[in-house]
Structures are given as C-alpha cells and as structure tokens.
C-alpha cells in the first residue's frame, strides 16, 4: 500500500502504541470469541437472561450502535445532499465511524439468538409482518451503503496513490467529477435510509402492545433523535482522538460547529421529545398542579438520572456555555457523555419493557433457570436482570471488532481530505480509536 | 371453519394444580419450565387470599381466585406477527403453535406476549425420568416452547390433557365456530371476560367469572365433535371428569 505524505492516510505505520492498540483489541476479540463459543455450548444461561427479562445486553447494545451508526453518515451526507462543503473534513471518518458502528449492531444480534446456526431463515422463510424482518434488511442494507459510500468518497485519492483498493480506478479529473455526482445521489439515498433504520430498530419495540412504554408512537422518532445525538457525539470523540493520536487533522472550527449542533440536537432530544413524552402521562395520572409537575419531572429509576442529567442536562450545559464550547475537551466531553446517555436510554427502554408482568399474580412466571431440585425457587413475578461475565466479555469483544475496523480504515484508507489542512506535522504514526 | 378455543370457569377451578401438572406431563416440558400455571389472584403467595378476617363485628374482606393461564391462542396472536422467520404461526384450526425446526431463539415473541405464556430453553433441557414423559417430543436447547392446545390429541380427536384431566370440570375445549359447542354456548350464556383484552389481541381463552357453569359435559376423553349424537352435551349428565 502506497502511504506518502500526501495521500491522507492517518496512520502510514503502525508504530509501537499503534501495535499495543492492535494487540489490545486482538486480546479482546479472542476473549470475545472465547466466551461466545462458551457461551453456545451452555446456551443462553450463561447470560443474566431468563424468561421474563428475555432481552439483555447484546438488544441494549444493539440499540445503542445502531444509533451511533448514524451520525457520521448524516454529517457526511447531509452537507453533500445540499451541495455544501461544510464538514468535508468529518466526511470519510464520519463514513468509517458509521460503517464500523453498524458492523457492531448487526454482530451484537449473533450472540442474542439461541440457535445462530439457523439464521438463513430469515432468507428462505421471513414472514414481512415482522419488524424484525425488516431491521435485518435495512442493517444489512445501510452496512452496504457505508462501505459503497466510503469507497466512493476515497476511491480517487487511493488511486493517485495507486492502491490496490480503488480496484482499477483511475485518477483522472472527469472521474473526480463523476463521482461528485455520484456522491450526491448516493447522499440522496443515504439519508432516507438512515430515516429508515433508526425508526425500523424503533418500531421493533413500538409496534409492541405487551411490555409498557414500549408502545408509544414516539418510540420511532425519539430513535431518530438520540441517533443524532450520540452518532454526533461518537464522531467528535473519535476526530479528536484520532487528531491527537494519528496524522488526521481536525478542522478546529468545524469541530466548534458541530458542537454547537450537537447542543441543539441535544436540547431536541432530551429536553423537547422527553417532554413531550412524559407530559401527557403525568397530566392524565395526578390532580394537583405539584403532583403533575413532579410526576413530568422526576424519573422513576437510576437509568432516567443517568440518561437525563449525565447524558442530558450536563452537556447541553457544556454546549451552552459560550466561553466553554469552543474548548476541544469541552466537546469530547459533551460528546461521550451524550453516547453514555443515550447508552442509558437504552437500558432504561428494556427494563421498563421486562421489569412489570402484565399478569404478576402468584406464583408467577417460570423462569427457565437451572433446575437444582426440589426447594428451587423457579418463580418471578417481576423481571430483573444484571449482565454476566460472560455478556459483557462477548460484547466488548464485538465493540473490539468496529474499533479494529476504524483503526484499519485509517491506515489504509486516506480519512483526511487532502486539502490544504494535512501539511501539518505530526510527531508519528500513532492511533487511536474508542 | 373450525376454530378451537378453551373455556375455563373460575367458578369452578378448584386450585388443585392438575391441569399445570398433566399438562408438563403431556408436553415433556423440561424442568424449571411451566406451559400452564394456576395463578392465585388474591394475595402475594400460592394459595393465599387478598384481605382479612373478620374482627370486631365487622365483615372479613378475604377473597381469592384462580386464574389458570397459558397460551391465549390469540385471534390477533403478536408472537405470530412478530415472528421473523414464520416459525410461529396459526394453523387452519385456530391453534398457534411453533415450528422448533425453524425457530432461531431470537424470543422477539416473548417480548410480543403480553401473557408471558412463552419459555425459552436456556439450556439443555432436563426431564425426570431422562427418557422424558408424555408423547411429544422434547424441544432442543435455545428454542422457545408453549401451550399447543394438544395438538397432537386434538388431531386424534382428543381433548387436551389438561382438559381431560381437570376433576372440576372447569376448563371445556371446542370449536368456537360450531354455534352448538358447550364453548360457543358458555361464552353466549355466561358472563366471560378474557385476559388483558385492552390490548386487542383478542385471545381464544375465556373465563367464567359470576355464575358458575355446568362445566365440561363429556364423560370421555374425546373431543366433543367426536362423540356420538345422543351423548351429545347441553345438559350436564353423568359427570365423572374423564379419565386418561
């Protein structure tokens, strides 16, 4: 692979660090891989699943990347869809971060299912009632579209370094222009599509009458709303970690914009679209004034808290802040915290689907957990549920799988726009990703 | 059409389990795991009743029920809707039922359910005795399982076990499209109300409450489209349960 000075390649090597990072993330796929296979042949006991809390981790998780997987597509497409040059620097990262975000949703399903070995029925037999039918198409889709997409963008610059990656491309200027063309009808499908995945992954719950606030029509598009969110927030953390650790250069005012943007994304979700869901609830269940406002305010468990105030409230006010924003520890701040939120939004949206039994009458439902015999407690009339070990080594292993990804990406495809802004100098080939 | 649904007189359940136990017995349902379970609606526990004594002169306030629950064979069945690869779904006869040579574990229909009538094998299945009971086959590890209405009894014209093995007579299986089935006539005559019916799933399972029912009126172990004219129900004759 061809790395000069000029082909936007982040990292031309892989010096000492970077290989301790491959190391790392190689250790924890292994892991990974390790306790997945312990993990098929126990079944799903190895999991802090049963069988009124019957989705954990993996679905919580799942949720979580699928929202990340919005941003940079949206912040690399969007501009291009209205023919502006805004954010052109966040464009090929953003696509990389997208493709390695949905890349980890659709693993995180493997590990979920009780008998992976069959899932060639969703091709051979799909019934299209299901949501789940359609997630599977519109993940699969949308994982195309971003590889499709990052190809597009980069294929002429790999070709006037002459890798073998812009398979027989050629850099000449009436293919630059065709492929500005391109790169518009490409973002004219990218956006409805994201549209798509984030309301289908919202819909899977919402079209659901059984488990609580589940079904809500606002479920599709609060999706949409933390998409925004942490997909932006993902990809700010991650520009400036790879300004920090690879030759990558981030655009300093471009970084204080979409900061901004993020603040007013998350004034929408957290402030707006949460209010406008928990409004009516709290008017329609209490009397008194206080009894509602308190009702509208006061979430009901530590995942609403962490959600609202960690993810929510405490960077909004970071954001708000003139003589803070600008602050590149500012944003990176406000932008994991508004990914951690999101991540808790997540969680909360499970439990409060499992946590109630419809019909909670004694002794309840069995639980399907190991049978010790006689004085076995089989019964729950409630869900609860804590991730196992193993649960959690699975899926930072497959977090592991989209981090080796984007760190892969940078080294071998030019992430920086070579404009101008890559004369910068840099003091060596490190990298870095979440 | 036939269209077969379950009647289940609470007035007449008398809490004894039977229908819980022959049911896992029928079924082979593994260890840990129940298809049909009694549920005590009254106080935190089995068998106890919400309320008090009476003290002071005053009126107790004690009041228990049973609520047998499975599978609601749903009319507007979410699990079946839900069901990415159609490993789920309702037979010409109104039953709902699972394909376990298809189902991939995903348990999107658990989260559909609003009864919680469905399990998942988490793990290997265990059966006492290890060669398991009853004449369905056992379902391998990470498939979901649930109530059939005896299928395999009901396609040799028998009722479901935990029909024929009720000794209150309280649970009457039949075809809800027949106008002259005991099911039709108990849900026409009767004052029956089904389980979480706000949520429109528009369940096959009716229950008694108010007036207690005859019951189920046949004296054997078929289903009653099966017996003769003049042993026809209507009016409870003899009743001696049914056995098995």
């Keep these: 692979m061809a790395s000069t000075e000029s082909s936007g390649i982040a990292v ?20 990974g891989l390790a306790a997945w296979g312990y993990q098929l042949t126990t079944g799903l006991i190895a999991t802090g699943m049963r069988n009124v809390f019957s989705w954990g981790l993996y679905i919580m998780m799942f949720v979580l990347f699928v929202g990340l997987s919005a941003g940079g597509l949206i912040i690399s497409s969007a501009p291009k869809f209205f023919h502006s040059h805004r954010y ?41 009632r299901s949501p789940m039918v359609w997630d599977f198409g519109i993940v699969l889709l949308y994982g195309a579209l971003n590889l499709w997409y990052l190809w597009l963008l980069t294929r002429r610059d790999l070709a006037a370094a002459g890798s073998r990656l812009a398979f027989g491309r050629e850099d000449t200027e009436a293919g630059r222009e065709r492929d500005r063309k391109l790169m518009f009808w490409t973002a004219t499908v990218a956006l409805p599509t994201a549209v798509a995945l984030h309301s289908v992954t919202g819909w899977i719950f919402a079209t659901q009458i059984g488990r609580g606030d589940w079904f809500s029509p606002l479920v599709a598009p609060v999706f949409i709303a933390k998409a925004l969110v942490s997909g932006l927030g993902l990809l700010l953390v991650v520009a ?17 914009s979409l900061g901004k943007v993020l603040g007013i994304f998350l004034a929408f979700h957290v402030v707006y679209l949460l209010a406008a869901e928990r409004l009516p609830h709290a008017w329609a269940n209490h009397f008194e004034f206080w009894a509602i406002t308190g009702s509208f305010l006061i979430g009901e468990s530590a995942y609403f ?15 708000a802040i003139p003589s803070l924003r600008k602050r590149v520890p500012v944003i990176v701040t406000a932008g994991a915290l508004a990914v951690v939120g999101t991540m808790f939004e997540g969680i909360r949206l499970v439990f409060t689907g ?38 959690v080594v699975v899926t930072l292993g497959i977090i592991a799988v989209g981090a080796l990804i984007v760190t892969v990406g940078m080294r ?9 802004q890559r004369s910068y100098a840099t003091d060596g080939g490190h990298e870095d990703t979440t | 059409m036939t269209n077969y649904g379950l009647v289940i007189d609470q007035e007449r359940c008398i809490g004894c389990q039977a229908c819980a136990v022959s049911c896992k017995q029928e079924n082979n349902v593994p260890m840990g795991q129940f298809w049909n379970r009694v549920l005590t609606e009254g106080g935190d526990k089995l068998d106890t009743p919400a309320g008090g004594y009476p003290e002071d002169g005053d009126d107790g306030t004690l009041d228990m029920h049973y609520q047998p629950t499975a ?74 399982e649930k109530c059939t209405f005896c299928s395999h009894r009901v396609d040799e014209g028998l009722d479901p076990a935990c029909v024929v093995n009720c000794p209150a007579d309280a649970r009457i299986f039949g075809d809800l499209d027949e106008e002259t089935s005991t099911v039709s006539k108990y849900v026409n005559n009767y004052e029956t109300d089904r389980l979480l019916e706000d ?33 026809m129900p209507g009016v409870p004759a003899a009743k001696s349960g049914g056995d098995d």
């Design chain 1, 354 to 391: 499992y946590e109630v039994a419809n019909i909670d009458a004694a002794p309840g439902i069995s639980l399907g957990g190991t049978y010790a015999g006689v004085g076995t407690d089989i019964w729950a009339t409630a869900g609860s549920y804590t991730p196992t070990l193993v649960e």
């Design chain 1, 305 to 319: 808290w962490l959600w609202t105030v960690v993810g929510g409230a405490l960077p909004l006010g970071l954001l």
């Design chain 1, 240 to 256: 400036v970690l790879a300004d920090r650790f690879t030759r990558f250069r981030v655009d300093r005012e471009e970084l204080a």
């Design chain 1, 88 to 128: 052109e620097g966040f464009a090929r990262l953003g696509v990389l971060v997208s493709l390695a975000c949905i890349t980890v949703a659709g693993l995180l399903i493997l590990p979920d299912i009780g008998r992976p070995e069959r899932l060639y029925q969703f091709v051979t037999s799909p019934d299209f």
């Design chain 2, 71 to 144: 599978c609601q064979h749903c009319e507007n069945a979410p699990c079946v809707k839900v069901c990415p690869v159609n490993a789920t779904y309702t037979r010409d006869d109104g039953i709902v039922e699972i394909d376990y040579d298809k189902c991939i574990g995903c348990r999107y229909c658990m989260a559909a359910c609003p009864y919680n009538a469905r399990v998942f094998n988490w793990d290997e299945p265990e059966h006492v005795p290890e060669e398991g009971t009853g004449d369905v086959e056992a379902r391998p590890q990470g498939v979901v």
């Design chain 1, 12 to 31: 031309p090597a892989f010096g000492r660090k970077g290989k301790l990072w491959l190391g790392l993330l190689g250790a924890l796929i292994v892991a």
């Design chain 2, 199 to 231: 949520r429109g799933t528009d369940p096959k399972t009716y229950y008694i409450r108010g007036e207690m029912s005859p019951g189920r009126p046949q004296t054997s172990d078929k289903l009653e489209s099966e017996l003769d004219d003049d042993a």
């Design chain 1, 412 to 420: 071998y495809v030019p992430i920086q726009q070579p404009d101008g």
